[in-house]
């Protein structure tokens, strides 16, 4: 495996020196996902495979090109999980283009972000070195917080190598509630919900439908069942949907209207947009598939606390992501030179000035 | 740590400058720069370093924050910022040529939003003031470092603080949406957001645990979570250290994450149990305490199962709080170890590595051959969930040389961490006290990469520098020094 880093980082030092884009690719699957793509493409699908895990210590290492399917089902088999729950656009996802896109399922509001389980990284950086942050273990305030840095940077500060994530053991049992609600109705329950100690882990809302998943203990879970009330989903149908919200396989997700994601604060009232919209992660994430200006659901994210991405479809010559006040811009071009000063890892990708 | 820095004296026409400067637009009240008036900010928690600053500003309003900090940008000031002082790692040790930036001012916890369970808070308001608060609403904020009663908020985010319950509920870097911050231009940034996450680059992991290095916190909105509704916890008592060690990993590999998980050697329990009295086992080799919470039909459920794991583990003797005094008593006395071990030793000295929690009993054994090594004792309480040892080693700073040895048997502590996979600190920082140990941690390569990403937020290198990340020249000569098993530390550096 030493041999694949080493083409790496050959292959890097050339681009630097000659300022050529390298577009960097796992598995392909997100290749939808962000600004439009350009350059040498950057392979890391072939370096793969399973660096070090250990159940007891709630920890795994994979590397970069490690099919995602593969690091769960390792997990699985000892009865542990991504508590992030990423999304598979595919069954090619990697475990690299999993942390480097930084998205994370239905369980985030209630576990955490992927950002929230990344430990370590090795990393190339844009001049080719081979760095190590972070570590193995679950506390580590030695030297800035680089890891986590790398979640959602898509590749734009350095190309994943490795990575050390937090691991959590998998609910011993789960059952999901269907309750029939209005939408302002639904997003304030699931506030109130929140607040309360309830073993919550997932929460959607869509067509006056709002699904709760409970995860625990049997006695936790079925006590929780008789406080939040409505009715039990059976147990595949309930899968099948949490899976569908998570890989974007769900019906909603079918079409062509440009699919946008809006990160609110999770007592946002219902926005008021044209298009169909689905509310997860307890309010605090409202998808939404609708032909309305960029610049109108920009600022109606932007009312609510948050920003709106252009996910999938649409036109984006209006940029990806939200646009950055120029004082955060600076400070995100500086990084950038930081870490890649001939500005050769995807270029454009995150931001056209990055 | 080496032998501690001389004082460096004040340059008293500089001071009169940065003073008059100051003066223009702050309060004399805000402006401390007599020797008896900045002699108590000499020091933050890590006592063993001192440094008088040479002028102490202490701002009331954002507004004044920046134009301090635009002041100092202007003439090369150094300014190290501080909150409540309680840092274990002299983070917040002044400069003689700089400013010390106190935020002990801003103690306002500005809007609680009880819906979405979050709060904003100025820099200076205590951690423990923020769950008070919230209380009342069966809300609070999770990350309870030991000083969390006297600890401020904004110092809780430069750390990247943690606490007893993190394996759980996180750090400080999980549990808070956004910061205002000033960069040394005095400019304001917000980085974060209300929502669960930001565009662009993740700022906020970055800032977290950035030491004052990178951006002063004007303000931080925390998350709050619900308070659980009931908790047990089981101590148990171990004649073996390894079979200690054993029960954590048998009561994780078996699908629980405790809210509490912790580890005390025999020093340890003694000095504890001779103050707090507490209830520990004096007579055995370990005492652990697992807590559980949440509903009470999960609690009562899974503080069975893990009674049951840790008596098949090898515990000599295990007993389950009956009741919420019970419980408190339990704790007490984990939460006593710090002023235990103060009381049963003129000085204490507390480190914080963090190792794989499966070789906490071969890290004990080395570091009690350590103890042999350098003729002094040490106390180890163990942060078990989340592998974080702190080793309390006893000296006396009266006694010549002893502190010294005191400081290299901590050094050898934190290499050891190392060798076995783990880092130099879990949640104290590396502030001045670990500095040359970041030289084991990290290769140049890494090293320069942080200085480039202070140099993205200060070009100047005016904030709180010589703190947390060494120089390659410090590191070349703490490797020329310190040549570690035969292997020079960078063969590859000139030497200065």
């Known amino acids: 495996m030493d041999d694949v880093v080493d083409n790496l980082s050959r292959l890097i030092r050339e681009a630097a020196k000659q300022r050529r884009p390298l577009c960097i690719r796992g598995g392909g699957t997100k290749d939808f996902y962000g600004g439009a793509i350009h350059g040498y493409k950057l392979n890391t699908g072939d370096y793969r495979g399973i660096v070090a895990y250990e159940p007891t210590e709630l920890v795994i290492t994979a590397r970069a090109g490690t099919p995602l399917l593969e690091v769960e089902a390792a997990l699985r088999e000892h009865g542990q999980m991504l508590a992030f729950e990423p999304p598979h656009f595919g069954s090619g996802t990697t475990f690299g283009g999993c942390v480097a896109a930084g998205l994370s399922g239905p369980r985030r509001p209630y576990a955490g972000a992927v950002r929230d389980f990344v430990l370590g990284v090795r990393i190339l950086d844009g001049k080719g070195d081979d760095l190590k942050f972070g570590g193995q273990v679950m506390k580590n305030v030695a030297g800035y917080d680089v890891s986590r840095l790398m979640a959602g940077a898509l590749g734009t500060l350095g190309v994943l190598l490795e990575v050390s994530l937090k691991v959590l053991p998998l609910p011993a049992f789960e059952s999901t509630l269907l309750l029939k609600r209005k939408v302002a109705d639904a997003i304030l329950l699931m506030n109130q919900w929140a607040a309360r100690p309830l073993p919550i882990t997932a929460t959607a809302y869509r067509d006056g439908t709002l699904a709760v998943r409970l995860s625990g203990a049997r006695v936790a879970v079925d006590a929780a069942m008789k406080r939040v009330g409505g009715d039990a989903a059976a147990p595949a149908e309930a899968e099948r949907f949490w899976a569908g919200l998570r890989d974007q396989t769900d019906p909603f997700f079918t079409g062509v209207a440009p699919l946008w994601r809006l990160s609110v604060k999770s007592t946002t009232a219902p926005l008021d947009l044209s298009g169909a919209q689905l509310i997860e992660w307890g309010g605090a994430l409202r998808w939404l598939k609708s032909g309305a200006d960029a610049k109108t659901i920009r600022d109606a994210a932007a009312r609510a606390g948050g920003h709106a991405t252009l996910f999938r479809g649409g036109d984006s010559s209006q940029g990806v992501f939200h646009p950055l006040p120029p004082a955060l811009m600076t400070l995100h071009r500086n990084l950038k030179q930081a870490f890649d000063p001939s500005g050769i890892l995807n270029p454009g990708r995150l931001y056209p000035e990055l | ?496």
């Open chain 2, 1 to 496: 740590m080496t032998a501690v820095a001389e004082q460096v004296a004040v340059d008293l026409a500089r001071q009169r400058e940065v003073v008059a400067a100051l003066g223009a637009f702050l309060p004399r009240s805000s402006i401390l720069f007599d020797h008896e008036d900045v002699k108590p900010y000499e020091c933050d928690g890590l006592t063993a370093y001192r440094q008088v600053p040479m002028v102490v500003a202490l701002p009331e309003t954002e507004e004044q924050v920046c134009r301090i900090l635009r002041t100092c940008h202007a003439r090369k000031v150094p300014v190290v910022a501080r909150g409540a002082g309680t840092g274990l790692s002299g983070g917040a040790l002044p400069l003689g040529d700089g400013v010390l930036l106190s935020l002990a001012r801003f103690t306002r916890i500005v809007a609680i939003d009880e819906q979405a369970r979050t709060a904003r808070v100025q820099p200076g308001v205590r951690n423990l003031a923020i769950s008070d608060a919230v209380a009342p609403l069966g809300l609070y904020y999770a990350p309870d470092p030991s000083s969390q009663l006297a600890c401020s908020i904004g110092g809780n985010v430069a750390e990247n603080s943690g606490g007893v319950h993190c394996l759980k509920y996180g750090l400080t870097g999980h549990n808070i949406l956004k910061l205002r911050i000033a960069t040394i231009e005095g400019e304001i940034v917000e980085i974060g957001s209300e929502a669960l996450d930001a565009a662009g680059y993740d700022l906020l992991a970055l800032l977290t645990g950035s030491e004052g290095l990178l951006a002063v916190i004007l303000e931080v909105t925390v998350r709050l979570l619900a308070k659980p509704e009931y908790a047990q916890v089981v101590m148990a008592a171990f004649d073996d250290i390894e079979k200690a060690g054993q029960a954590v990993a048998n009561v994780i590999a078996a699908g629980i994450i405790p809210s509490g998980f912790e580890m005390m050697d025999q020093a340890a329990t003694r000095a504890v149990e001779d103050f707090a009295r507490a209830g520990y086992r004096t007579d055995v080799a370990a005492v652990l305490l697992c807590e559980t919470d949440g509903t009470r039909e999960e609690v009562g459920e899974e503080i069975r199962r893990v009674q049951d794991l840790i008596e098949a583990s090898g515990a000599v003797q295990t007993e389950v709080s009956r009741d919420e005094a019970q419980r408190l008593r339990f704790w007490a006395g984990r939460k006593a170890a710090f002023p235990a071990a103060g009381a049963i030793s003129p000085d204490y000295y507390c480190m914080d590595g963090t190792i794989p929690r499966r070789r906490v009993g071969e890290v004990l054994r080395k570091i009690t051959q350590l103890e042999k090594k350098y003729g002094l004792r040490c106390a180890n309480v163990f942060h078990a969930g989340d592998g974080n040892l702190h080793p309390l080693i006893l000296y006396d700073a009266n006694q010549p040389g002893e502190l010294a040895r005191t400081e290299a048997f901590g050094a050898e502590i934190l290499e050891l961490c190392l060798e076995v996979g783990g880092t130099i600190t879990g949640e104290h920082g590396v502030g001045v006290e670990k500095i040359n140990s970041m030289c084991v941690q990290f290769r140049p390569a890494e090293l320069e990469t942080f200085h480039r990403i202070k140099h993205a937020f200060d070009q100047e290198g005016l904030l709180n520098p010589g703190k947390a990340v060494p120089t390659l020249a410090r590191c070349a000569e703490f490797g020329r020094m310190h040549v570690h098993r035969g292997q020079e530390k960078f063969p590859d550096l000139p030497r200065f």
